[in-house]
């Protein structure tokens, strides 16, 4: 269960006096306090890792190519693009990343650890799926959506048009676009 959860609605621009305000200033100080507590999060479940397999890490791009899979003992990663979109995926140590992306898309997957992150994205929306440590990560962007979704070992994150949840310790997942985010640790 989150121990945080919000959502921010947007609200229109009032008038007071002839003076039109907006509360964007407030809206961008709260994402970047939850981007600097995401980061950290990342950053905390990098160090501590997970994974004790040794397999070479693998990366994947498309374009160049149209599907991109590589494989190296048991890290696995995919890529795939159609159209303008632009995806990357990479694992390590028994991690599965998977990206795909169209329609001037990007799409970024992370995996290590035993971890499994997805990440779709269309219509110019950005994906941003990291598993650290054995964890599952699921984003999905559309039509100008950004959004990150974080999971650190036995946990679980998705960000997309439907919402957020984060499941287990160690995950955290905001959906940029509405404001809506959950960490749960």
């Keep these: 269960m989150p121990l945080i959860s919000s959502v921010w609605f947007r609200r229109s621009s009032s008038r007071v ?13 709260r994402t970047g306090a939850v981007m600097t507590v995401g980061m ?20 994947c791009v498309s ?24 995806s990357q995926a990479g694992a390590a140590e028994s991690g599965t990343a998977v990206s795909v992306a169209a329609d001037n898309g990007y799409s970024n997957s992370y995996a290590n650890g035993f971890g499994t992150a997805l990440g779709a994205s269309r219509g110019n929306g950005q994906a941003q799926a990291f598993a650290l440590g054995g ?26 048009a439907n919402g957020v949840d984060c499941v287990g310790v160690l995950s955290f997942a905001v959906n940029l676009s509405n404001g809506q985010f959950c960490i749960a640790g």
Excluded: H, K, M
């Design 17 to 29: 006096s002839g003076i039109s305000s907006s509360r964007l200033g407030g809206r961008l100080a």
């Design 135 to 160: 964890g599952i990560a699921r984003a999905g962007a559309a039509d100008g959506n950004v959004t990150f979704a974080i999971a650190g070992y036995g946990a679980g994150a998705t960000a997309d």
């Design 63 to 86: 374009p160049p190519s149209a599907n991109d899979i590589q494989v190296s003992e048991t890290a696995s990663c995919g890529a795939q693009s159609v159209g303008a979109g632009r």
């Design 40 to 59: 950290g999060l990342a950053a905390g479940l990098a160090l501590t890792g997970a994974g004790a397999a040794s397999a070479a890490p693998v990366t």
